[in-house]
T-cell receptor
Framework: GIQVEQSPPDLILQEGANSTLRCNFS?????LQWFHQNPWGQLINLFY???GTKQNGRLSATTVATERYSLLYISSSQTTDSGVYFC????????FGTGTRLKVLA | EAQVTQNPRYLITVTGKKLTVTCSQN?????MSWYRQDPGLGLRQIYY???????DKGDVPEGYKVSRKEKRNFPLILESPSPNQTSLYFC????????????FGSGTRLTVV
């Protein structure tokens, strides 16, 4: 089945810094979603992005389906961005990526 | 408010005592799914359903049952819980199978002693 790897596994930033999170998937997929799991465990939908680029405030995402990767950009990070970021991919049967744990320091 | 509602939020039970975790969505979504989250293992799919009466196994279905008799409800049944099913469980739903509007419930923390 499809494998989904994320990098880096851990990231520590100072408030205001920018970062790029990466999601690599092993097979061609029709679906890709980015989520943020906040420190209270809630999974928040960030982007549904099977291809192309989307932006929402300080966050943007790009998926290059032909090269099997997606990137999540966080600009001007804030302490509330802390948590774990997951990508989710697949068709019917969905596979979560390994996650990137982000800590933003004040 | 559009949401996925799981109950209970927390549950402590004993080995072998049948339990059901309920999941309900109010968005008329066709696709629903259950996941479990464990330290070091991440989030793994247990079962999914593409519509009423259509269910299929995810990556870790052993020890679980599901049913989809109505579009809005997708209960997770543990017929004989064991300690290795202690985990954080999430239900999710989306419109169709394209992940559009993919929404998670708040989670159910289950402890089996």
């Amino acid at each position: 089945g499809i494998q989904v790897e994320q990098s880096p596994p851990d990231l520590i930033l100072q408030e205001g810094a920018n970062s790029t999170l990466r999601c690599n998937f092993s097979d061609s997929v029709n679906n890709l979603q980015w989520f943020h799991q906040n420190p209270w465990g809630q999974l928040i939908n960030l982007f549904y992005i099977p291809s192309g680029t989307k932006q929402n405030g300080r966050l943007s995402a790009t998926t290059v389906a032909t090269e099997r990767y997606s990137l999540l950009y966080i600009s001007s990070s804030q302490t509330t961005d802390s948590g774990v970021y997951f990508c989710l991919s697949g068709t019917y049967k969905y596979i979560f990526g390994t996650g990137t744990r982000l800590k933003v320091l004040a | 408010e559009a949401q996925v509602t799981q109950n209970p939020r927390y549950l402590i039970t004993v080995t072998g005592k049948k339990l059901t975790v309920t999941c309900s969505q109010n968005m008329n979504h066709e696709y629903m799914s259950w996941y479990r989250q464990d330290p070091g293992l991440g989030l793994r799919q247990i079962y999914y359903s593409m519509n009423v009466e259509v269910t299929d196994k995810g990556d870790v279905p052993e020890g679980y049952k599901v049913s989809r008799k109505e579009k809005r409800n997708f209960p997770l049944i543990l017929e004989s819980p064991s300690p290795n099913q202690t985990s954080l469980y999430f239900c999710a739903s989306s419109l169709g199978t394209g992940m559009s509007g993919y929404t998670f419930g708040s989670g159910t923390r289950l402890t089996v002693v």
